[in-house]
């Protein structure tokens, strides 16, 4: 039997936070201290003195458009007390007293059972007219053998890319009549994946994304990451991708949290918090 501990064996705990801040409480800007606080919860390895049980290994924060937040931030790292350990600090007393959590959304990082083996995917290649003894195939495969490791450790392990903008949403898979993701074979939800797949490989370069799984850690099922160089592609990716059958038949979406990349004391300026 494996070891009791609270690391994952293979993904990473991640954590979306969600805040606004207490105007009804705030007459002024922030003083000095609880701006200084305020940097140092959100942003533990600028800190006058980080200590590394603080320091997630992945940490970005960003300011929100619309009334449901002023500010989130998205974390990950192999150790739950690290990731929940940023919303405690920024709850703790000072600049806890002026800030309401408004919505969290716990998970971990994971490797899709939809992504391909390398001899699936030579028979998905086959399947889609490769001849099966031509080089041409073989060099595919080759290169997806060679490109799996990282893709996979991207999945479970990603760098957040410094990208303006980004948007975050939960979803779930439907389990209505006639449309019940889990009474489907694996084989066609295999296909239908693969063909959602297929729709995001035409903005690489231009949106990355994070998948991460909550069943049984939150309501929703997943959680979906966009980092966009442009607010624009995550317009467009999202449109395009409604017409895959995978989320025209089967997706069924939460709220959605449109964000832009910012640093502690940008938010409190972007709030009109700080001078």
């Not at 003195?49 to 940490?59: G, K, N, Q």
């Not at 893709?151 to 990603?158: A, D, E, I, Y």
């Not at 317009?235 to 949290?257: C, H, L, N, T, W």
Request: net charge negative; charged share 25%; proline share 9%.
């Amino acid at each position: 039997m494996p070891e009791p501990s609270v690391i994952p064996e293979r993904g990473w705990h991640v954590g979306h936070y969600f805040y606004r801040f207490r105007r009804d409480l705030i007459d002024e800007p922030f003083s000095p201290t609880l701006q200084r606080q305020f940097q140092n919860a959100l942003a533990p390895a600028d800190a006058d003195s980080p200590t590394a049980d603080r320091i997630p290994e992945r940490l970005a924060s960003y300011w929100i458009s619309g009334h449901e937040a002023d500010f989130a931030t998205v974390i990950m790292d192999p150790h739950p007390g690290k990731v929940e350990g940023i919303h405690q600090a920024l709850l703790a007393p000072g600049i806890g007293r002026y800030l309401e959590a408004t919505w969290s959304f716990i998970s971990m990082s994971e490797v899709s059972e939809y992504v391909p083996s390398v001899d699936e995917y030579r028979q998905r290649l086959i399947k889609e007219g490769n001849s099966p003894d031509s080089p041409e195939l073989a060099a595919k495969v080759n290169a997806y053998e060679r490109r799996l490791p990282m893709m996979n450790r991207n999945r479970l392990q990603p760098e957040f890319p410094d990208w303006p903008s980004a948007c975050f949403y939960p979803m779930n898979k439907s389990r209505i009549p006639g449309a019940n993701w889990f009474t489907e074979p694996f084989s066609d939800r295999n296909q239908m994946m693969a063909e959602h797949a297929q729709s995001g490989i035409a903005f690489a370069g231009k949106v990355s994304q994070l998948i991460s799984v909550g069943v049984g850690l939150d309501d929703w099922e997943w959680m979906v990451t966009l980092w966009g160089r442009n607010p624009e592609y995550l317009k467009e990716i999202v449109y395009k991708m409604r017409f895959d059958e995978a989320s025209a038949k089967y997706g069924q979406f939460g709220p959605f949290y449109v964000g832009y990349r910012a640093t502690p004391q940008e938010i409190l300026k972007h709030c009109h918090l700080a001078m």
